[in-house]
């Protein structure tokens, strides 16, 4: 029922235009009544985006599912994941949402409160693990704002494929961004400790002309000293 | 007029609420006419937050006036200081505001598309300014996000606080981090002489936690540029 009632709605949508389809329109089209209608949805609004809050639900699950030990900036960006799977699970429909979307205001408005909560969901568990720690709140929504952005790069290029390019891919490229200059994973030798002085700087001098993998060798060699 | 109408506004807004307040009820205290209400204001939410367009002006002039060799991320950094010399020069205006708006799902909304339109004018620049550049428009997008919560974690700590905290202390503070994590600050010391001699030595400072990657990055251009 739920999803004949997205499918009619997606049908119309392209058919005549989103404005001009009314709630009349689908629920006559997937031959039930109103009532049924709005028992899914709050309003013709959700029916575009008919999954994300199984989506909101299943992240906030995953994030609290999570060992004590996991490294926060990776679990955030595996979080993240789950929502692109949602996307790539089916790729003809994510592309005709995503053209309807661009083209009228009332979804993007929609949409921009959707990826709001996902980045809330992102924050609220980093705050939780930066609890106590100097900046945390702060780090948090940082975190989680970039977790977000790389994410949505990546499924607007995906999307702009026409969903014909590799979706993972993407995002583990984009998200690998994020994890560089946040997280733990890149350099982990070079960390400091959570209680560490976060001043510790490190210094070096090199010729001009000295080969960049001979710099390189020696400034990780300098960092992993620590 | 404009003022007069944004004072009449906010007066009923606080006395009866924001749903209950119609354009009428403005004009009729103002003492203007509909047509003037909407000379100014496209909506009755557009009247919440007169400034922003004036401010998403002021934002784009700054970033298209800069310097082509300024440091990006730091100009980033000062274009969303704009944001927050609006709301810090009317405390009373701005905290009153945010308790009207986090009690209007309506202007949340509102509120989300607003700081949705500035993160994506800092992008653009960013993404004019990576040009070329591998993964610039995705860099781009992470860093406008990152500097977009900074600043949003800055300003609502500011009016949690009633707008008694330093305002631009906090901002500093926060914008701080994103420059930390994405900006040249962890090289500020290259020491290039003008004459190019061969012996001559870059040093470079670094964090010792900063991402290994951004070092390496850093480097080369420093090396690039002589």
């Keep these: 029922m739920r999803d004949a009632l997205v499918a009619a709605a997606f049908r119309l949508f392209l058919e005549r235009g989103y404005e001009q ?16 209608f709005f028992r899914y949805f709050p309003s013709k609004e959700d029916v575009v985006f008919p999954d994300h809050e ?84 702060l780090r948090a929504d940082v975190i989680a704002a970039a977790v977000v952005a790389a994410h949505n790069n990546a499924l607007r290029s995906w999307l702009r494929s026409d969903g014909r390019d590799d979706a993972e891919a993407a995002v583990d490229h984009a998200l690998g961004h994020v994890q560089a200059a946040f997280g733990a994973a890149p350099v982990p030798a070079a960390l400091p400790p959570a209680d560490g002085d976060p001043e510790d700087v490190v210094v070096v001098v090199a010729r001009r002309g000295a080969p960049l993998w001979r710099v390189v060798q020696e400034l990780e060699s300098v960092r992993g000293r620590g």
């Design 54 to 137: 199984r989506c909101l639900a299943d992240m906030t699950a995953f994030l609290a599912a999570g060992p004590d030990d996991d490294e926060p900036v990776r679990r955030v960006c595996d979080a993240a994941r789950l929502v692109l799977r949602m996307y790539a699970e089916n790729p003809t429909f994510s592309v005709q949402r995503y053209r309807l979307t661009k083209r009228v205001p009332g979804l993007r408005a929609y949409e921009l409160s959707v990826v709001w909560r996902y980045e809330r969901a992102l924050a609220e568990y980093l705050r939780g693990r930066f609890a106590g720690r100097r900046d945390g709140t």
């Design 21 to 36: 389809t009314t709630v009349d329109d689908i629920v006559a089209l997937a031959g039930v009544g109103r009532r049924s």
